[in-house]
């Protein structure tokens, strides 16, 4: 079965940096593009970052341009999102997501979230 | 960027009752590229709904999706105890990725 495990969470300071990443299983990994989704707490789903099948393409939000670098290893079934100038209003649980197709569609599996806390 | 406004912000309604949620764009979607999803509270997102009216792979026939271009409605028949959750809309033909700020069905 698809399963999703996320990893590397946890409380950093303003300024500091964290890498997560997401374990792949159960499906051919490379045939599909992830997103990472985040959920501030008691908030709304807010789309982070998105990487293509094979990686040639990334897309960020505006929020975390230029901060946020998403990457994948296909050869590792893994998909990483590395955060770098962290502020308080990063904090939030992060999801990845797995795209329905190579590039474009529904996110139709999810891992169940690591929480990233930004606070001195 | 796409903004999708989703409403009611909450819908009151009782088990067998039926819901009608709204998501509205702030532009054309491309080939109806909009995702509907149920979040019960402490799990992840499920998909429900992609391509304003496909229904993902498990989800009863009491979910339906509708709608094109600007105006999309997620309906849900006869509401079972289970189904009282927040639901999101999304739109994927764009980057940024958007999500509507959620609609919360409640007993």
Known sequence: QVQLVESGGGVVQPGGSLRLSCAASGFTFSHFAMHWVRQAPGQGLEWVALIWYDGSQRYYADSVKDRFTISRDNSKNTVSLQLNSLRVDDTAMYFC????GKAVGGSDYWGQGTLVTVSS | EIVLTQSPGTLSLSPGEKATLSCRASQSLNSNFLAWYQQRPGQ????????????????????????SGTDFTLTINRLDPEDFAFYYCQQYGNSPWTFGQGTKVEI
């Open chain 1, 97 to 100: 997501a797995r795209v329905q």
């Open chain 2, 44 to 67: 992840a997102p499920r998909l429900l709904i992609f391509a304003a009216s496909s229904r993902a792979t498990g989800i009863p026939d009491r979910f339906s999706g509708s709608g």
